[in-house]
């Protein structure tokens, strides 16, 4: 089908949200409930309170984005939605209503990869990026550097060993006292801030494979506020700096392992931080390539993504059963190496 028409429904973590998308990359809705006022006394998720949000919103949402594309359920070609990974009990609500949806209406599922939506979604507000093109996945949960081929398509080239650049943010915001959620905080508090400030470690630089780490620099970040000599904006600086200093260093040597590329492609959550998104910025100019970044909402967690790497899996033959299970963790290059001291985010 050319032009299929996709309801897309995310749920993987505190956002629940419902698109309709065309396979010509019209977006004809989009609807998004945060959760931040119930998880911000917590200074971080609350899952089980995540997933009883998604159950209480997400009928409407659905409702409302039909409404707001002016369409019934019987006009959509095909359901998709986040069947992992993420928070297994938001990961569910959402795969389960994409189920009944799909049964009610006689309609195909299509079960898409949470990554695999970030990983997409470049394309769908970008129609001239082809493949393949080097993208840096960085979000809350993954930092990843993937060469990407086509639908399905991936191969990795760099994980974390430990923790994600996102979960860094939160992390230090959450030291910082800055509140929830993390990385638009400390992107704030970082405007105010000296970033050669406060000596803060860049972990795995000059390293031969091009993987992350940051778990020591979140333990260098919580030693600088303890030790009292710098202010809150100058850590935020300095600690945004060698986040910055870290994906640019393992992203350079990406680049020289990939082959050609079409671009240097960022996408997730962190790529709405503007400093990140500058100096990769500067890099594919420095190497020739272009860059491209998504719209700065469509790089956190939403259903248009969803919906699209939908519609490029439906357009490409796929499908899925409605007995298609729930996965809290589901690499998008499930060939790859166990990278040496890394835990089970990798």
Same mark, same amino acid.
């Given at each position: 089908?050319?032009?299929?028409? $996709? ?41 089980? $309170? ?6 209480? $919103? ?10 707001? #594309? ?7 070609? #095909? ?84 923790? #994600? ?39 795995? $630089? ?119 299970? #729930? ?20």
């Amino acid at each position: 089908m050319a032009n299929p028409l $996709i309801l897309g429904i995310e749920s993987s973590c505190d956002e629940t949200a419902v698109a309709l998308v065309r396979g010509d990359r019209t977006i004809l809705s989009h609807r998004l409930a945060g959760q931040e006022a119930a998880h911000a006394p917590y200074g971080g998720v609350v899952p089980e $309170i995540a997933a009883r949000a998604h159950v209480e $919103i997400l009928p409407s949402l659905v409702e409302g984005a039909l409404a707001d #594309a002016g369409v019934a359920l019987a006009q959509v070609d #095909a359901i998709a939605a986040t069947a992992g990974p993420g928070l297994i009990g938001g990961v569910m609500v959402g795969l389960v209503t994409a189920k009944a949806l799909a049964l009610a209406a006689n309609k195909p599922l299509v079960a898409v990869n949470h990554l695999e939506g970030h990983a997409l979604s470049p394309r769908l507000t970008d129609p001239d990026l082809a493949y393949p093109y080097l993208l840096l996945l960085v979000s809350g949960g993954h930092c990843q550097l993937l060469r990407v081929d086509g639908v399905g398509q991936y191969r990795r080239l760099g994980t974390t060993i430990d923790d #994600a650049a996102g979960e860094a943010f939160d992390k230090t915001a959450k030291v910082l006292g800055l509140g929830y959620p993390g990385g638009p905080r400390v992107e704030a508090a970082a405007i105010e801030g000296n970033a050669r400030a406060v000596p803060l470690p860049r972990p795995l $630089i000059g390293t031969p494979d091009p993987h992350f780490s940051f778990a020591g620099l979140k333990s260098a970040v919580l030693r600088a506020h303890d030790a009292g000599t710098h202010s809150v904006a100058d850590i935020a600086a300095s600690f945004q700096q060698a986040v910055v200093d870290c994906l640019l260093d393992r992203t350079k040597l990406a680049l020289k392992l990939t082959g050609p590329v079409s671009a240097l492609v960022v996408a997730g959550g962190v790529a709405a931080n503007r400093a990140v998104r500058g100096a990769l910025e500067e890099l594919a100019v420095a190497n020739d390539l272009r860059f491209v970044a998504p719209p700065l909402w469509l790089c956190t967690d939403n259903a248009a993504m969803i919906a699209w790497a939908g519609a490029e899996r439906f357009m490409a033959g796929h499908s899925d059963p409605l007995d298609v299970a #729930a996965r809290p963790r589901w690499p998008l290059d499930p060939s790859a190496e166990k990278v040496r001291g890394a835990g089970v985010k990798a």
